[in-house]
């Protein structure tokens, strides 16, 4: 009997250990599977992706977020893109995965963490203009192309820096500091939505807002390796941002590829014609629902007609210009490659410089400010007109401002020059109808910019060719044509950008052109000093960011309006 038990006893403890061998191979498994299960990888991440990986069941809302919140982080130390996390945004991806629990995945956006430029009105966060005496500016109302967002499922992360008050493209301001090109350190990355530029050039979000008054969706796509959108005036309202011009002011999305860039444009263009904004109210009806991503594939290049501006080079070499006559130069042969034919359009009217003087920005910027101000739907501790927010000391005027700062003072639109400068903009507008028609063109393309961004420190972004669509409001899509010869400060070089400027709501041409373009030629790349992961941590609730302001270069001074 004891033999017979002993035997017993030893299968019993063998089937035990077998058993809790069994079991702990199977703990192991679930939980590599819940780390494999719960992980997104955001470095050059897509709206497509973030969608993908959802329905897989790969991830969760909550963890898309983390992710880019940890890249945040990490790399923003480095370039001082970002002013302020929404600290709402986890408990929105917590809806968001409640949602999904349920099956519920709908919204084109679903999911999908964006940056605002930090002149968007978005509740839960400040509106400042990345300026010190509009920190306490709290809105309790979405602007319109915000609330389309929310609407679609997209996830509000945070706000962006920009050139203080989005009127100049150095992108330095009191309350963010100076805000560093990812791809060259010394340089500036365009404004003024250079924060918007940098931190989506460096997979901070799937793309982002930017505002557009003379350049400035433009120039920080065109200097970080971006792509951007400027729409028809009109066509998204602006409804809740704060303004400059009522006659110039455009908004849209900077996003790293087409696609996602004609979703983002989608979801804003959707608020439709808006009582709070009268330019949409101009719109035609066949330019409204129009899903921007529908025929981004049709058709080629092939047989298209594109005009090249002449007037819009700086035809002189040098290290700063000559990285951009190439890069246009070998866009042009690969254009003609495709089989489109190049135009040379060198009418004297089409004159960035001559163009500028049409810019009516100093007539209109005092007046809208002020309404903007006394807006019921804002709180908090803030000035309340132009005149308070610039004797209050805490702004940022680049010197090379002064005087437009001090026009700005005293002017309005019932001042000779604004009437002068509507009817420059009308015959402008009328030449380029005419340049269309009469050369049979489908695009006109020129750089962004004659020259390399400029440095940090530098009087003004100098060089910008925007001027053109920002008066007359036509679309314009921008697109990277490459890159500057390698050096110590930018290992990959310093990105180039192009302009392809369309006919009055013909964005869906531009997008298709573009989409060809960036496909067939593809000349993305992630900064080389952020392409690796982020270590994804578990956040109980969103991290404060506290902008660089020490980056702020000394020849700028803080509350000065003279040189005196």
Known sequence: MGFIASVTDGLLQLRLSTTAWVLVTFLLQALTFGAQADSFEPLESTIESVRAALLANSTTCRTVVSSFVARIETFNPAINAIVSLNPD????????????????????????PILLKDNYDAVGTNTTGSSIALAGNRPSVDASAVKAFRDKGAVILG????????????SVSSLGGQTINPYDHTRTPGGSSGGTGAAIATSFAVFGTGT?????????????????VRPTRGLISRAGVLPISFAQDSIGPIARNIPDLAAALTVMASVGNDEADNATLLVPPEARDIDY?????????????????????????????TPVIDALASTVDFLRSQGVEIINVTESIYNATAIAQLDVQQYEFKELMNNYLSSQSLVGDRPSTWDEVYASGDFLVIPAQYSFMNNCRSSSTADPGFAAAQQGIADLKAAINETFVSNELDAVIYPEQKNLVVKIGSPTQAGRNGILAAVTGVPVVTVPVGFSPSTEEALIGVPIGMEILGLPFSESKLLNIANHFTRLR?????????????????????????????????????GVLSSQ
Not at 159 to 170: C, I, S
Not at 528 to 542: D, E, I, K, V
């Open 89 to 112: 945004a986890l408990a929105a991806a917590d809806e968001l995965d409640q949602r999904l629990a349920a099956g519920d995945s709908a919204g084109k956006l679903f999911c999908v």
């Open 159 to 170: 706000k962006t820096n920009l050139h203080e008050m989005a009127l100049e493209g150095l």
């Open 212 to 228: 557009d008054t003379v350049n400035s969706l433009r120039s920080p796509a065109s200097a970080n390796n971006l792509v951007s």
């Open 293 to 321: 991503s529908q025929n981004l594939d049709d058709g080629s290049l092939t047989g298209l007609r594109i005009g090249l501006l002449d007037g819009f080079w700086n035809h002189t070499e040098s290290d700063e210009t």
């Open 522 to 558: 593809p000349l993305r790349k992630t900064p080389a000093f952020a392409n690796q992961s982020a270590q994804t941590g578990s956040y109980l609730s969103m991290p404060r960011i506290q902008p660089d302001v020490s980056t702020i270069p000394q020849a700028y001074p803080l």
